[in-house]
Nanobody
Framework: QVQLVESGGGLVQAGGSLRLSCAAS????????MGWFRQAPGKEREFVAA????????YYADSVKGRFTISRDNAKNTVYLQMNSLKPEDTAVYYC???????????????WGQGTPVTVSS
């Protein structure tokens, strides 16, 4: 497993942008699929985006496609989530996760960060 620490969350107005970062420990980061999930108050955790080990393949939830971009820098052991055109419904705690295969299913991710909150005001 890897240790994951998210950063970059905060308060932003609707239409604004934020970039989340997730720093991973360990020398095997480049072998992991990485994902972002989110959990809004009173709702279940849901998939946002995922990227394979090389960065060559990505998945997105329909709700964020065209607005969010996942990327990774294996030299820095970091995965990013660039969030543009933010909406109030994007308000949630965002979690970074590491897994062994590219998937939208959170059950395939076995290492999780503590989360970073994102609040989008209208």
């Amino acid at each position: 497993q890897v240790q994951l620490v998210e950063s970059g969350g905060g308060l932003v107005q609707a239409g604004g942008s934020l970039r989340l970062s997730c720093a991973a420990s360990g020398r095997t980061f480049s072998t992991y699929t990485m994902g972002w999930f989110r959990q809004a108050p009173g709702k279940e955790r849901e998939f946002v985006a995922a990227i394979n080990w090389s960065g060559g393949s990505t998945y997105y939830a329909d709700s964020v496609k065209g607005r969010f971009t996942i990327s990774r820098d294996n030299a820095k052991n970091t995965v990013y989530l660039q969030m543009n055109s933010l909406k109030p419904e994007d308000t949630a705690v965002y979690y970074c996760a590491a897994g062994r295969r590219l998937s939208r299913d959170m059950r395939t991710f076995d290492s999780w960060g503590q989360g970073t909150p994102v609040t989008v005001s209208s």
